[in-house]
């Protein structure tokens, strides 16, 4: 059985932020799994050391916070020293709390943005950094860089404000950095997962009068599995990418199309 040559992320070097648990996790492993050099990172020590042990040979855990930006240089210095350049990073690290607009503090309120929308920056910012210094490739690609957004990027759900205003700026992140970075050779594009349980979401959606109405919203009639957005992200990653920046790829089970 053959291969297609314009999907090949081999020996690429991935560092992928809340890498450890949900979709950043089946990324990283994903990625390893395609033949990349992956370095996962997480705030959790304890979920550093199992992710690196789950990568096996050949890969590398770092501790990383996103909202604190000299977390974020050390952890890509670390990739960059481990393995000689970055060509890819994934910021999968987000937090999410539901809670009634009147009732959030204001410190609650920049945690959550402080961590999706600061973070994204500071972790697209340091990549770049290092990227716009890399040899290029043949169609000048120095480095790309892949956001995670969401369905509260497009419409509203109730009770996540902070959350939903985070992940619609992540929108904003993508399409402001890809025009101003495409001169340095660094693409910039987004994945908007659907409903996907994770440690994150999961006390909010399942056995939950709102997870049985967002299931019964995706015309696929189901959640979505971590491991059907690794696609997404190796395209993004992959030559077959080269001429795609400033856009965000929707994997929702048809979500965003069902009207009432």
């Not at 050099?37 to 990383?64: F, Q």
């Not at 860089?145 to 759900?157: D, K, M, P």
């Not at 495409?182 to 939950?208: H, M, Q, S, Y």
Request: glycine share 12%.
């Amino acid at each position: 059985m053959g291969s297609y040559p314009g999907l090949d992320v081999t020996n690429k070097v991935c560092l992928v932020t809340g890498g450890t648990s949900g979709i950043g996790r089946a990324i990283a492993l994903g990625f390893a799994e395609a033949g990349a050099k992956v370095v996962a990172g997480s705030t959790n020590p304890d979920k550093v050391s199992a992710i690196k042990k789950e990568l096996g040979a050949g890969h590398e855990a770092v501790t990383i916070n996103v909202a604190d930006a000299a977390s974020v240089a050390a952890a890509v210095d670390f990739a960059v020293k481990k393995f000689g350049r970055l060509d890819v990073i994934v910021n999968a690290a987000g937090v999410i709390k539901r809670q009634p607009s009147l009732e959030m503090s204001v410190e609650e309120f920049r945690r959550i943005v402080d961590v999706n929308l600061t973070g994204s920056f500071l972790v697209a910012q340091a990549a770049a950094r290092v990227m716009k210094d890399q040899t290029p490739d043949a169609r000048n690609e120095r480095g790309n860089i892949i956001l995670i957004a969401s369905l509260n990027s497009y419409i509203s759900l109730v009770e996540v404000l902070a959350y939903a205003a985070s992940k619609s700026g992540v929108l904003g992140l993508v399409r402001g950095l890809a025009n101003e970075w495409a001169p340095l050779g660094i693409r910039v594009n987004a994945i908007a997962p659907g409903v996907f349980p994770t440690d994150l979401n999961r006390p909010l959606i399942e056995g939950t009068e709102r997870g049985r109405m967002l299931k019964w919203h995706t015309p696929m009639g189901r959640f979505g599995e971590a491991e059907e957005l690794v696609g997404a992200a190796i395209y993004l990653a992959s030559p077959s990418a080269s001429y795609t920046s400033g856009h965000t790829i929707i994997v929702d089970g048809g979500f965003l199309s069902k009207g009432v």
